[in-house]
């Protein structure tokens, strides 16, 4: 195998096998940065030696060893300081034995099982102690298996700016004493949610990327996508997880479709080519939705918008969809977990089902709010609807608006170009 095929083996293998490895390492040490620079030295020793000696057999195995072996080294490193700080005279054939009997019970602890070790990792990268962006930026690193320069290039942000949230979210679990555990009970419902939040951010700023050239980044939906999967498998009795995963993947099979061909210009959805859709991450999702409605009991706000796009997936044309079921699902997650971009989506579903005109009206009571000061979508919705009115004038002044608003250079385009339809 050439060297460069050697480097994207590891590669494919790092991305694979780096969270379980940091899981594996982080319960023993209770310290998830150490656990990381500890994967990090195995992949260094990977990168140097794989070239001369080969890819072996089983790499995973490898690294997992290699990385036993730094700890290893790291705690006996460790208990040589602590003897400074201990009575002396102790018999060095003991102290021997200790260490042996230490390698042991590491050993044993980074040979426990995966899932529980890989679901500690996600509730620690995920605690509420760290801010929004820093959990986002260590689940990629930890979880995701990213680089600091993919997850830079991914948000559209310095690579130093990565780097040192990555630094300074270890150093905060770390003097927080955050311990290395899954909650229970209330607690974990709690901090379920944050965990969901993340992942469903990563996923959405490959959906309908916030900033930059592309409209969307298919690799960071891959990422969320992989993380809900495996969170599935870990929790199979929570219903918003598969909640979750149901909305990826429904949203995911629409990526091919929501691109032109002429350069990934948006297409919205109305106006997507439904034959370009991946009806087997449709089936998927609509699978992951039936488990999450088989637990009973109502539906979560993730479930709940799995629900609205599984009523757009099984819509064989776009004159096909339902909106009076999507209009009164929005309803339920609006009284569920109100919020002014539910109510903004609610506005557009309600336009669809009952007219432009009911749909202003709602569109209008957010004009008001201030979370929606600087959001490009209300201008936006409130264009598409004023247009519809045929209420020419403003509906083309309020796509300029929310073109002045967006970061995105590709959404941009598109609502000049519905702006200069408003004067034909």
């Not at 480097?7 to 899981?23: F, G, M, N, Q, Y």
């Not at 971009?341 to 336009?351: C, F, H, P, S, W």
């Amino acid at each position: 195998m050439s060297e460069s095929g050697i480097h994207a083996t590891i590669d494919a293998v790092w991305r694979i096998e780096s969270a379980k490895l940091i899981a594996g390492l982080a319960r023993f040490t209770r310290d998830v940065g150490v656990a990381e620079d500890l994967a990090q030295d195995a992949l260094v020793a990977a990168l140097k030696q794989w070239p001369e000696s080969g890819v072996p057999d089983n790499p995973a195995a490898w690294l997992m060893t290699t990385a036993k072996h730094r700890a290893l080294d790291l705690f006996r490193r460790r208990k040589m300081l602590d003897r400074k700080h201990q009575e002396i005279g102790r018999d060095l054939q003991e102290q021997q034995a200790q260490q042996d009997a230490s390698a042991l019970e590491i050993e044993a602890a980074l040979d426990d099982h995966v899932g529980d070790d890989l679901l500690r990792l996600v509730f620690t990268a995920c605690h509420p102690v760290l801010s929004t962006e820093a959990r986002v930026a260590l689940t990629l690193r930890m979880l995701g298996g990213l680089t600091t320069d993919e997850i830079a290039r991914a948000f559209l942000t310095p690579e130093a700016t990565i780097a040192q949230r990555i630094v300074r979210a270890k150093r905060t679990l770390a003097e927080a004493r955050v311990p290395f555990e899954v909650p229970r009970g209330e607690e974990f419902v709690a901090r379920l949610s944050p965990v969901l939040q993340v992942i469903y951010l990563v996923f959405n700023e490959g959906y309908s990327a916030t900033a930059g050239d592309d409209w969307v980044r298919p690799a960071l939906c891959e990422d969320a996508l992989r993380l809900g999967r495996i969170l599935a498998e870990l929790v199979p009795s929570e219903p918003e997880v598969h909640g979750l995963v149901a909305l990826m993947e429904i949203q995911a099979s629409r990526l091919r479709a929501r691109v032109g061909t002429n350069g990934g210009e948006p297409v919205l959805l109305l106006d997507q080519n439904r034959a370009q859709w991946d009806h087997l991450m449709i089936r998927r999702g609509l699978t992951s939705l039936v488990r999450a409605e088989s637990f009973g009991g109502a539906l979560g706000p993730y479930a709940l918008q799995a629900a609205i796009a599984a009523v757009h997936a099984r819509a064989r044309t776009a004159d096909d969809t339902d909106w009076k079921q999507i209009a009164a699902l929005y309803d339920g997650l609006a009284a569920l977990t109100p919020s002014p971009v539910i109510e903004l989506n609610r506005a557009v579903a309600t336009g669809m089902a009952f007219g432009a005109a009911e749909g202003l009206e709602l569109a209008d009571q957010l004009l008001d709010e201030p979370a929606l000061t600087h959001y490009h979508l209300l201008p936006s919705v409130r264009g598409d609807l004023l247009f519809k009115l045929s209420r020419f004038d403003e509906a083309r002044a309020e796509f300029l608006r929310a073109a002045a608003m967006t970061k995105n250079a590709r959404e941009r385009t598109l609502l000049l170009d519905r702006a200069a339809k408003c004067g034909r």
